[in-house]
């Protein structure tokens, strides 16, 4: 069964650092999306990907964030300076945009 | 902004019985899905809904979307211990059409044996 895969699994970065996580959705899907879920909480919604642009971003998603299809298959997530406030589970995901499929999450530890 | 309100918070339930959860909006919603989510991992869809009043099953669990289109509710019959988990119900609120997903807080279930 197809799913979205995401590496690397853990990530431990020095606060100010960039850290890429990355992503290779569903292979006929054609909206992606990045969520995180700081630990024990909800998930939360940081951004939509259409049509190699951005369609909807969240309020979370500020300058330090981008996204990226590089090619056909790889979906990016970056954070140009982490915070210790980004620690959390990063969720690729990708579907129709009436439903979403989640990959495994990739957990940042920012110390 | 749009919120979720998914009620209970958690449950403790005996293996065998039946659960019900859910969610409610102060605004419209076009779709709702029920995610459960395992420890360490992503959530994993288990039910989708599109139509007002449509009522689906998928196994042991059955989901509506409501008439008035702010609310939900998932039912487990006959749960079983690998039912653990935590629950998310999540909509795609009517003013959107980017494909966002807004989530509730999550029901934690746990099944005794």
């Known amino acids: 069964e197809p799913e979205v895969t995401q590496t690397p699994s853990h990530q431990v970065t020095q606060m100010g650092q960039e850290v890429i996580l990355r992503c290779v959705p569903i292979?006929?899907?054609?909206?992606f999306y990045w969520y995180r879920q700081i630990l024990g909480q909800k998930v939360e919604f940081l951004v939509s990907?259409?049509?190699?642009?951005?369609?909807?971003k969240s309020e979370i998603f500020d300058d330090q964030f981008s996204v990226e299809r590089p090619d056909g298959s790889n979906f990016t997530l970056k954070i140009r300076s982490t915070k210790l406030e980004d620690s959390a589970m990063y969720f690729c995901a990708s579907g129709a945009w009436t439903e979403a499929f989640f990959g495994q999450g990739t957990r940042l530890t920012v110390v | 902004g749009q919120q979720l309100n998914q009620s209970p918070q958690s449950m403790f339930i005996q293996e065998g019985e039946d659960v019900s959860m859910n969610c409610t909006s102060s605004?419209?919603?076009?779709?709702w899905l029920w995610y459960k989510q395992d420890p360490g991992e992503g959530p994993v869809l288990l039910i989708a809904?599109?139509?007002?009043?449509e009522l689906t099953s998928n196994g042991r669990l059955t989901a509506q979307f409501g008439i008035t289109r702010k609310d939900s509710f998932l039912n487990i019959s006959a749960s079983i211990p690998s039912d653990v988990g935590i629950y998310f119900c999540a909509g795609q609120a009517g003013s959107s059409n980017t494909g966002k997903l807004i989530f509730g807080q999550g029901t934690t279930l746990q099944v005794k044996p």
């Open positions: 605004s419209i919603f076009n779709t």
């Open positions: 809904l599109y139509k007002a009043g």
């Open positions: 292979s006929n899907h054609l909206y």
């Open positions: 990907f259409y049509n190699n642009e951005i369609s909807e």
